[in-house]
């Protein structure tokens, strides 16, 4: 079992929509827990970085963590042909090297 | 890409040369870091760095060496590239190893290698 699982999509969804991306997680000591977003044939980017439990609102992304199920989300509303892209998700504890990238959701936003 | 050049962009090489692939910082971040992407498997770690001269092994090690003889500096070196080493590799960098905001890493644009 990945210590981050996430689903690899494709998800196409109109312009205008609420977009939910989610990934879980195995490791209990995760302790925070990032999104990043990719570009066809660029770099991640960091989009959102959250610490243990609870809600990070950024402008129209909010990303939410549960450590009770082990789930992370990323919502984004009113979504724009420019949110088109790979969506990675990523946790990690006390040591930056051990963070552990979910494998990335390809989303598609249909103007 | 906060500062992060990696050269060359684009490579393709025959198995059994040697490759080494450059990583350049600007940040002046102690911690550097090299990945690897490929479908399905998502971004995973070959090596990483935490000051000149430190280095220690990542999850997909094998087959690959590093040097950081410079702190804007991080090199990959393939001794003798394999077929099953095609992939964009990417180099990350991050101002600390904590938990916090610090520790989180910030990529380059990526290079991608294709060995025949």
């Known amino acids: 079992q990945k210590e981050v699982e996430q689903d690899p999509g494709p998800l196409s969804v109109p312009e205008g929509a609420i977009v939910s991306l989610n990934c879980t997680y195995s490791?209990?000591?995760?302790?925070?827990f990032m999104w990043y977003r990719q570009y066809s044939r660029k770099g991640p980017e960091l989009l959102m970085y959250?610490?243990?439990?609870g809600n990070k609102e950024d402008g129209r992304f909010t990303a939410q963590v549960d450590k009770s199920s082990k789930y992370i989300s990323l919502f984004i509303r009113d979504s724009q042909p420019s949110d088109s892209a790979t969506y990675l998700c990523?946790?990690?504890?006390?040591?930056?090297?051990?963070?552990?990238f979910g494998s990335g959701t390809r989303l598609s936003i249909r103007p | 890409d906060a500062g992060i050049t990696q050269s060359p962009r684009h490579k393709v090489t025959e198995t059994g040369t040697p490759v080494t692939l450059r990583c350049h910082q600007t940040e002046n971040h102690r911690y550097m870091y090299w990945y690897r992407q490929d479908p399905g498997h998502g971004l995973r770690l070959i090596h990483y760095s935490y000051g000149v001269k430190d280095t220690d092994k990542g999850e997909v090690s094998d087959g690959y060496s590093v040097s950081r003889s410079k702190t804007e500096d991080f090199l990959l070196t393939l001794e003798s590239a394999t077929s099953s080493q095609t992939s964009v590799y990417f180099c990350?960098?991050?101002?600390?190893?904590?938990?916090?905001?610090?520790?989180?890493?910030?990529f380059g644009p990526g290079t991608r290698l294709t060995v025949l």
């Open positions: 990523a946790s990690g504890y006390s040591s930056a090297s051990k963070i552990i």
């Open positions: 490791n209990s000591a995760f302790q925070y």
């Open positions: 990350a960098i991050s101002e600390s190893e904590s938990g916090g905001q610090g520790g989180t890493q910030y």
């Open positions: 959250t610490y243990s439990s």
